[in-house]
């Protein structure tokens, strides 16, 4: 089981109490109504599965029930760092753990 630590709520917690929201920093159009529908479908989706590093969108559902990002290992399951959502990912800290 993952230990994730909510930013929020500045605490290292169990697994149980997230939820998994999705690939992190997707941007929406900002005139849906004027793009094109292979655009439109590229955004509703399409979205990133790599081996290694991945910026992902987590919800704290038992906690603060705030949306926070994390940038995971997919192949070791080792979490670098987290971080509040509008923040970006602090390249200094990538390899270690909150």
């Not at 605490?11 to 109490?17: A, D, I, K, P, Q």
């Not at 793009?35 to 439109?40: F, R």
Request: overall charge negative; proline content about 4%.
């Amino acid at each position: 089981m993952l230990q994730i630590y909510c930013p929020y709520c500045a605490e290292l917690r169990e697994e149980h109490e997230f939820h998994y929201a999705g690939e992190a920093h997707i941007v929406r159009p900002k005139e849906p109504e004027s793009v094109s529908d292979q655009t439109w479908g590229e955004y509703l989706f399409h979205r990133k599965n790599p081996k290694g590093i991945h910026q992902e969108l987590w919800l704290h559902s038992a906690g603060c029930r705030k949306y926070f990002n994390v940038s995971r290992n997919t192949v070791t399951y080792v979490i670098e760092q987290t971080y509040k959502v509008g923040e970006q990912k602090n390249e200094e800290m990538a390899g270690e753990t909150n």
